[in-house]
């Protein structure tokens, strides 16, 4: 029995030295690097998806929301706030949400962001998320005002909309 617990003291001895030898040599890179605006990450899993409507992997929600826009993201308070959305409305009987787009909102191709590809985007997010599928469920309608504006209608008032 105590041979059995001096081997686990010797591997763990051994395991705290190498990981400590590995901390103590990335921070050395880290403090001589040339290149101070560069941040390295090493994540805890290796990516395996880069689409967060079909994978709940913790890493791909990271990935995506250090990639993608949205239109709302929260602040340090938890408070979302707008950042593809320039502005937004809502009726007095908080059914209608309008969004408006920033000016300026391109895909990696080049193509403008419109109010379809919102929508289009919204849909497809609603059916894979919990929060998406309870919107549903109060959902009236979408509708595209024009090429910046979109609608979200629902049936009764949704307190997660943003």
């Known amino acids: ?4 617990n001096l081997r686990r003291a010797i591997i763990l001895a051994a395991g705290l030295a190498v990981a400590s030898l590995s901390v103590t040599a990335a ?7 040339a290149d101070k605006k ?18 709940s992997a913790t890493i791909t929600a990271g990935h995506s929301y250090m990639v993608y826009d949205t239109l709302f993201a929260l602040d340090a308070n938890m408070a ?15 059914l209608i949400y309008r969004f408006t787009l920033r000016d300026g ?10 109010a379809d590809d919102c929508v289009a ?4 997010w609603a059916v894979n998320d919990g ?12 509708r595209t005002v024009d090429q910046k504006a979109f ?12």
Request: glycine share 6%; with cysteine.
């Open 38 to 55: 560069t941040l390295r990450v090493v994540p805890h899993a290796d990516l395996s998806g880069l689409d967060p409507t079909v994978s």
């Open 131 to 142: 929060t998406g599928q309870l919107m549903a469920k109060v959902l009236k309608e979408y």
């Open 151 to 162: 609608e979200i209608v629902l049936n009764e008032p949704f307190g997660l909309m943003l």
């Open 80 to 94: 979302p706030q707008p950042q593809m959305v320039e502005s937004f409305t809502l009726s007095p009987d908080k």
């Open 1 to 4: 029995m105590r041979r059995c």
């Open 121 to 124: 985007s919204i849909k497809r």
């Open 27 to 33: 921070w050395a890179q880290a403090g001589s690097s």
């Open 105 to 114: 909102l391109m895909f990696h191709d080049g193509q403008a962001v419109t």
